[in-house]
DNA sequence: GCCAACGTTGGC
DNA sequence: GCCAACGTTGGC
């Protein structure tokens, strides 16, 4: 089981948002960068786990955790006239991007900030310290594991 | 709203 | 394939 951070604006989704959907599920949508997509094309699996990570907005950070219900498929909203994420280059036949499907599972006690995580020096690896805008990213067991710790 | 960092596009 | 111009992301 691998660990992940998908980043979301709360104003467009938030992490509460998911937790009222239906069936506390949501398609991840939308994603249109090709490194975030090959993530989730060949490495998101069944049963990994993800933090809900909360950008452009008051309080930057990671607010909880998912869970991944459906592997990658390919994106509704690329063959969608009236979508934002509609791709003209995008077929059925020939797809560009794809989602995952990921389910509620909690919330941090408290949000994590962007700022303690990157003045956490346990915290080596992620990607969010390297100012990289990636939108999914992998994360590694120890960083994992710190930034669950920084909740407690 | 600013701006730095990064990704994408397109001319050559 | 290079690289300049442009667009987007995202923290502040």
């Given at each position: 089981m691998a660990y992940w951070l998908f980043k979301t604006e709360p104003d467009a989704f938030s992490l509460d948002d998911l937790k009222s959907a239906a069936k506390q599920t949501t398609t991840w949508e939308g994603v249109r960068n090709y490194q975030a997509r090959n993530f989730m094309r060949d490495d998101v699996k069944l049963g990994d786990l993800v933090m809900i990570y909360h950008s452009s907005c008051k309080q930057v950070g990671v607010a909880g955790i998912a869970t991944v219900t459906a592997e990658a498929y390919p994106d509704p909203s690329q063959f969608d006239l009236n979508s934002d994420y509609y791709d003209a280059k995008a077929t059925v036949d020939t797809p560009r991007w794809v989602v995952v499907d990921v389910a509620y599972q909690q919330h941090l006690n408290k949000l994590v900030s962007l700022k303690a995580i990157k003045e956490n020096?346990?915290?080596?690896?992620?990607?969010l310290k390297k100012g990289g805008r990636l939108s999914i990213m992998p994360v590694t067991n120890n960083d994992w594991h710190e930034i669950l710790k920084m909740a407690e």
């Open positions: 020096d346990a915290i080596t690896e992620i990607a």
